[in-house]
């Protein structure tokens, strides 16, 4: 606790960008307000991320801040990746990273540290649990790849965003008769892959947990084809791989992949196709798309929810946790838990088994 009357909380949003972030933070803040009390709250806003925390680049936030901000994009306060397994290096600029996070902190006299991140954000804020601060996490990513929670905001949105880009894929596809390759973000969690691909009507989806055989993928265009169907839609994952890929080290899939001249596996995919079959082939990325824009009303109440639990965490001084949902409740997991841990898609899913069910090939069987 600090020798301060006020309650000083101080928040950052590290990572890459996703919808709902803003309405997190607007969470926290109106909660505390209304458990603490306004008068009794100081926000510090901390710019881009752990860089920001490292380089003292914080504020102290007006509650007029967070007006209009449930529907905005983005975040506020900026972000940016800060690997986490360089944390602990001091690199060229001697700067100790760690120590200069706890030097800030004990400059702002802060009381508390709210880190909304995704795997990454949550292995440094665990790191500086143990080193003594006061954090407490929100789990934020696009890749809902994050361990303990059902689901993290900004998901929902870019499932959202990503199926309506296969629902327009769709008529271009039917009326040219083509072979439409749609890579969806997900290098180590299929997640987005998966519901985006469900929810688009692809035909096939490729994911990193369930590697796939590039003669099966073809067999699975060729067979809708011989059914009279003029079209397909596959949807990859950014991360997916082959079976024999699947076999290697990073390092070698990679190395392999440049010797054959390959920029990305959906190209892979869609030059393979083409080549085996003769169909017309596209890859479409919609990229950081599925990244921006306003929140959906899912998301937009999940991140309140989250918010909130958090704001009860400062008031109960229970530090160290990350907030979580857990089937239709919201709740916390130890930071400890959390992190060094992804949450990957099963291969018996309930999703996956649906998927199959509907006649959806993953290029395994």
């Not at 803040?29 to 510090?44: H, R, S, T």
């Not at 649990?129 to 998901?155: A, R």
């Amino acid at each position: 606790m600090s020798s301060t009357a006020k309650k000083r909380i101080g928040i950052l949003t590290s990572g890459g960008d996703c919808p709902g972030l803003n309405a997190t933070i607007r969470g926290v803040v109106k909660a505390c307000y209304q458990l603490l009390g306004e008068e009794n709250v100081e926000i510090i806003g901390i710019a881009d991320g752990y860089y920001g925390l490292i380089r003292n680049h914080c504020k102290l936030m007006e509650p007029s801040d967070f007006y209009g901000i449930l529907t905005l994009g983005g975040t506020i306060l900026g972000t940016r990746r800060t690997p986490y397994k360089k944390m602990s290096i001091v690199e060229g600029d001697n700067v100790d990273k760690v120590k200069q996070m706890k030097e800030t902190y004990m400059k702002w006299n802060l009381d508390c540290l709210l880190t909304l991140g995704g795997n990454g954000t949550h292995k440094t804020a665990n790191l500086l649990s143990e080193e003594g601060l006061n954090v407490i996490g929100l789990p934020k990513t696009i890749d809902n790849d994050i361990w303990g929670t059902s689901v993290t905001f900004g998901f929902h949105t870019a499932v959202a965003i990503g199926t309506e880009a296969i629902d327009r894929i769709h008529t271009t596809a039917h009326s040219h008769s083509r072979i439409m390759v749609v890579e969806i973000m997900g290098n180590k969690a299929g997640w987005l892959s998966l519901y985006t691909g469900i929810a688009g009507g692809a035909d096939i989806i490729l994911i990193p947990e369930i590697p796939f055989s590039m003669d099966l993928v073809i067999k699975a265009v060729q067979s809708r084809a011989d059914s009279g169907k003029c079209f397909s839609i596959v949807a990859v994952a950014e991360g997916a791989m082959d079976a024999e890929e699947a076999a290697m080290k990073k390092k070698d899939r990679l190395q392999k992949r440049v010797e054959a001249g390959e920029t990305t596996v959906s190209a892979r995919v869609a030059n393979k196709i083409q080549e085996a079959t003769g169909y017309e082939s596209r890859v479409v990325v919609p990229g950081h798309v599925l990244r921006g824009g306003t929140p959906s009303a899912y998301d937009r109440v999940l991140a309140t929810k989250f918010g909130a639990r958090a704001a009860k965490l400062i008031s109960q001084e229970k530090y160290g946790y990350t907030v979580a949902l857990s089937g239709d409740w919201i709740t916390e997991n130890k930071l400890s838990d959390v992190a060094m841990k992804t949450k990957f898609v099963a291969p018996d899913s309930p999703e996956v088994i649906t998927a199959r069910s509907i006649g959806v090939s993953f290029g395994d069987r």
